[in-house]
């Protein structure tokens, strides 16, 4: 009885009714095309699923290491989804080697729990799964070492790249404004692109001398001349926060990372900026604090969401309801951070920001300085759109010549096929004319009486809680960012660190009260605010 037990469960076969799904996985994109690549994988993977009577459905393949949670590599977590999407279906998922399936033991043990619970069976090229005793034993040895393997390897790479960063060389991926090339003497080397120096250097020193004066201002500069393709300027600021405060560009290399700790020295490229400029936007970001970008998802019923944060981790402060919608609050959602999750009264924060409105003014005369400013940006923004006007009329010329020209030519073509491509380039200019008559700047009114707008910009300086609730959300937003420098923070006990708060009016001061000659107030540019929202609604 036993022994023909043991030949009926011979004669089973476990992959029956099962279908294929293969992993494969490099660690970078180079290995993609050396031998160990994703093809050569995924073609080893196919020979054996045909070898084991197997369909082969799908591959999923990962360009990601093989250290850590196993769920941040995209094409597991579309395997593991897969098999989810079909749970009337078994599967065999096969590999090439256990370390294409985790090099880490504690994520190893996760990834095929997580498979068993799926009913899947899991197939390895290099290695027989057991799931006795000893076979655990083993296999868990196995993950161990190629633990530690990985762990080694990434020491000895972190061991070179520090041992060049610690000679003064850039041992990452290019900075931007900078390319890395061969050099016979140095090995590689970064050094300063066109752009770089055409562009960006003057947009450094520009902002350093206070000619650009937000960090908002650099970033349009940056788009029109170029260097960045993103249309919007405020997806920009992080990038160029970490220019700005970024030692490379003044040709010193530093990396402060825990495990690194390469402390500041003079770098072997070419640097875009002398260290003194460097200094004076250091100095320019301490004082002006970070300009934040306006949140396209805020609600009329959280007013302050993305303009407050956390008073004491500086983390951002989030709004909702509780309570079936009966109980408006805030709370910081930083985990790490003692008022997690801490209520705060909607009325709270608030009647506070409303008080605080009304203490920030101009405490001290500085219409002659703003007069001064607002007149140069008045004329540079009156330019702006006069040019962006005429350019517009010249391609909307342009098209209407190309309209006429396809127009013949669709008239005199002799055959089908050649009229209609015609019509179909036709369709395609005359939807490109209806956009451009939908951007027409034709509604501005270039003749509108400059010192209104002067006034409405002082205003807003002077008394801004007189404007705050006559405004719509985005304007109130924009209005924000025309008044203060940064976030506010904001503490549930002693409400708004005021010591902590910068605002553009105290910039504004800064410039009467000081004696500096380092900073030229002809050069700065003011928010324009008052400008925008003047000519869009006159």
């Known amino acids: 009885m036993s022994k023909q037990f043991i030949i009926n469960q011979k004669l089973i076969n476990p992959y029956e009714g099962r279908e294929g799904l293969a992993y494969t996985r490099v660690s970078s994109k180079k290995q993609e095309t050396e031998g160990s690549g994703l093809i050569s994988q995924e073609g080893r993977c196919i020979k054996e699923l045909k070898a084991l009577n197997v369909p082969h459905i799908k591959t999923f393949s990962d360009s990601y290491t093989g250290g850590g949670d196993f769920m941040k590599r995209p094409s597991m977590r579309g395997l593991l989804a897969y098999i989810d999407e079909h749970p009337h279906k078994k599967y065999v998922v096969i590999f090439d080697d256990l370390k294409r399936f985790a090099r880490d033991v504690k994520f190893h043990l996760e990834l095929k729990i997580a498979f068993q619970k799926r009913g899947v069976i899991l197939k390895c090229l290099n290695y027989e799964f057991d799931n006795s005793a000893e076979g655990q034993f083993v296999e868990t040895i196995l993950a161990a070492q190629n633990e530690l393997e990985r762990k080694q390897g990434r020491r000895q790479v972190v061991q070179k790249q520090k041992a060049r960063l610690e000679l003064g060389y850039w041992a990452f991926v ?3 404004g900078y390319k890395q090339t061969k050099d016979k003497i140095h090995g590689t080397l970064s050094i300063p692109t066109k752009k770089g120096l055409e562009i960006l250097k003057p947009a450094l020193e520009d902002f350093a001398t206070g000619k650009l004066l937000r960090k908002i201002d650099v970033c349009k500069f940056l788009i029109d001349k170029g260097f960045w393709k993103e249309k919007r300027p405020e997806k920009c600021i ?4 970490e220019i700005l405060i970024d030692p490379f560009y003044a040709g010193y290399v530093e990396y402060l990372r825990p495990g690194w700790e390469v402390t500041r020295r003079k770098g072997r490229h070419e640097a875009i900026i002398s260290i003194e400029t460097f200094e004076l936007i250091q100095k320019r970001l301490k004082n002006n604090g970070i300009y934040k970008s306006i949140r396209k998802d805020n609600s009329k019923d959280f007013k302050l969401r993305g303009l407050v944060i956390c008073g004491e981790c500086n983390g951002h402060l989030t709004a909702g309801w509780y309570k079936k919608a009966k109980y408006p609050y805030y709370h910081c959602q930083n985990i790490k951070c003692s008022q997690f999750k801490k209520s705060i009264r909607r009325k709270d924060i608030e009647d506070r920001f409303d008080e605080l409105l009304k203490n920030t003014n101009l405490k001290i005369d500085v219409t002659k300085v703003i007069e001064l400013i607002f007149d140069r940006v008045w004329k540079q923004e009156v330019q702006s759109l006069k040019e962006n006007e005429s350019m517009t009329i010249r391609k909307r010329n342009d098209l209407s010549d190309k309209m006429q020209q396809l127009t013949n030519m669709a008239f005199e073509a002799k055959s089908a096929s050649l009229r209609n491509a015609y019509e179909m380039q036709i369709e395609k200019t005359m939807q490109e004319l209806e956009n451009i008559d939908d951007q027409s700047l034709l509604d501005i009114d270039y003749n509108i ?30 209005l924000f960012f025309f008044i203060y420098e940064s976030k506010l923070p904001y503490d549930k006990k002693e409400g708004y660190q005021t010591s902590k708060i910068q605002s553009y009016s105290g910039l504004f001061e800064d410039f009467v009260t000081t004696n500096s000659s380092s900073v030229d107030p002809r050069g700065f540019e003011p928010p324009t605010f008052a400008l925008q929202k003047h000519c869009s609604t006159n």
Do not use: F, I, M, N
């Open 449 to 478: 009486p400059y010192r209104t707008a002067l006034d409405k910009a002082v205003g807003l300086l002077k008394s801004p809680y007189s404007y705050w609730h006559k405004l719509t959300l985005q304007e109130q937003h924009e």
């Open 174 to 176: 290019s900075k931007r």
């Open 238 to 241: 992080d990038d160029l926060t």
